[in-house]
């Protein structure tokens, strides 16, 4: 596709429930970006990831995130054990790897836990 | 650490008036500057980027804005605001020798009236 795909675009989950969520970048982007967004609100950086280097995880709020990508494309942000405080919507975003590079994001995916 | 400061919350601005949305950066080294705009249930759409040269920079929808190196800020404007220009707008930061962390502040709502 054109841009950063997301799916799923919601989810409702039970609180203590385990989810994923999956992010497709745009081709030959080699940095990947996943933000959280409460209540539209500001951005909150929760992990990023720049080609075969180690990720930078050190927004992750909990040992219950965590997050892969896969083959430098494709990456899944899991949450385990999901809390009524993880309602939110996680945005991804990618780009080309220079730092004067923009960077694009995907439509989020709107997390809800009952 | 790089940190990004939208002193504003709101910005509320009659259609036909300019506009003028706040930010300021603290880095160390030399920054790369962003604007993303977010219109309701959207993902973050990029308005415009300072990397070097000109101070000025214009981006889409007619927006522009001035890079200060000694104020450290970097005002989003527009010369005469639309009703459709109402949105959230987020101004962010990548520093040159800091790998490729893109820093968001927390937004700033605006608000263009008929």
């Known amino acids: 596709g054109a841009g950063v795909s997301q799916s799923p675009s919601n989810k409702v989950t039970e609180k203590g429930k385990d989810v994923e969520l999956r992010c497709d970048p745009i081709?030959?982007?080699?940095?990947l970006y996943w933000y959280r967004q409460s209540l539209g609100q500001g951005l909150e950086f929760l992990i990023y990831?720049?080609?075969?280097?180690?990720?930078?995880k050190s927004g992750l709020p909990s040992d219950r995130f965590s997050a892969e990508r896969t083959g430098g494309s494709v990456s899944t942000l899991t949450i385990q054990r999901t809390q009524q405080e993880d309602s939110a919507v996680y945005l991804c975003?990618?780009?080309?790897?220079?730092?004067?590079?923009?960077?694009?994001f995907g439509q989020g995916t709107r997390l809800t836990v009952v | 650490a790089q940190s990004v400061a939208q002193p504003e919350d709101q910005v509320n601005v009659a259609e036909g008036n300019p506009l003028t949305v706040k930010c300021t950066y603290s880095?160390?080294?030399?920054?790369?500057l962003f604007w993303y705009v977010q219109y309701p249930n959207r993902g973050l759409q990029f308005l415009l980027k300072?990397?070097?040269?000109?101070?000025l920079v214009k981006g889409s929808y007619g927006f522009e804005a001035e890079f200060n190196k000694s104020q450290t800020s970097f005002h989003l404007k527009k010369p005469s605001a639309l009703v459709s220009d109402s949105a959230l707008y987020f101004c962010?930061?990548?520093?040159?020798?800091?790998?490729?962390?893109?820093?968001f502040g927390g937004g700033t709502r605006l608000m263009v009236k008929p």
């Open positions: 300072y990397i070097t040269g000109d101070n």
């Open positions: 081709s030959g982007h080699t940095a």
């Open positions: 880095v160390s080294g030399n920054p790369y």
């Open positions: 975003a990618s780009s080309l790897a220079g730092r004067n590079t923009e960077a694009f």
């Open positions: 962010a930061v990548r520093v040159n020798n800091a790998g490729n962390m893109l820093t």
């Open positions: 990831f720049q080609g075969n280097s180690a990720p930078d």
